[in-house]
Nanobody, 128 residues
Framework: QVQLVESGGGLVQAGGSLRLSCAASGRTFSRYDMGWFRQAPGKEREFVAANNWRGGKDYADSVKGRTTISRDNAKNTVYLQMDSLKPEDTAVYYC??????????????????????WGQGTQVTVSS
């Protein structure tokens, strides 16, 4: 069982920055694929960014160029640095994890149904 705890959300003005953190339990964090998703009111959960266990990364087009995902395996933590925030970035942000069983796995997971473990979410509100 993997437990995920997000932090770092809050209220920020448009153009501002936030860094979200997600701390994971377990002793094999280096073998977790990690992802960030978000869900705005009345909308479906959508992919934001992912960082797989091999260091591969991918981003949604809507955040590309203003968002950076990174991980610190020594701290069992994945980060989401968001800059130039826009009101449309307002959502609950969720961290997700999937334990990688095969060393041959290289792709970056972008679908919510590819992740087994989820955090409780952290609210990000961007005011105009």
């Amino acid at each position: 069982q993997v437990q995920l705890v997000e932090s770092g959300g809050g209220l920020v003005q448009a153009g501002g920055s936030l860094r979200l953190s997600c701390a994971a339990s377990g002793r094999t964090f280096s073998r977790y694929d990690m992802g960030w998703f978000r869900q705005a009111p009345g909308k479906e959960r959508e992919f934001v960014a992912a960082n797989n266990w091999r260091g591969g990364k991918d981003y949604a087009d809507s955040v590309k160029g203003r968002t950076t995902i990174s991980r610190d395996n020594a701290k069992n933590t994945v980060y989401l640095q968001m800059d130039s925030l826009k009101p449309e970035d307002t959502a609950v942000y969720y961290c997700a994890a999937e334990v990688v069983l095969r060393q041959s796995a290289t792709r970056v997971r972008k679908r919510a149904d590819e992740y087994q473990y989820w955090g409780q979410g952290t609210q990000v509100t961007v005011s105009s």
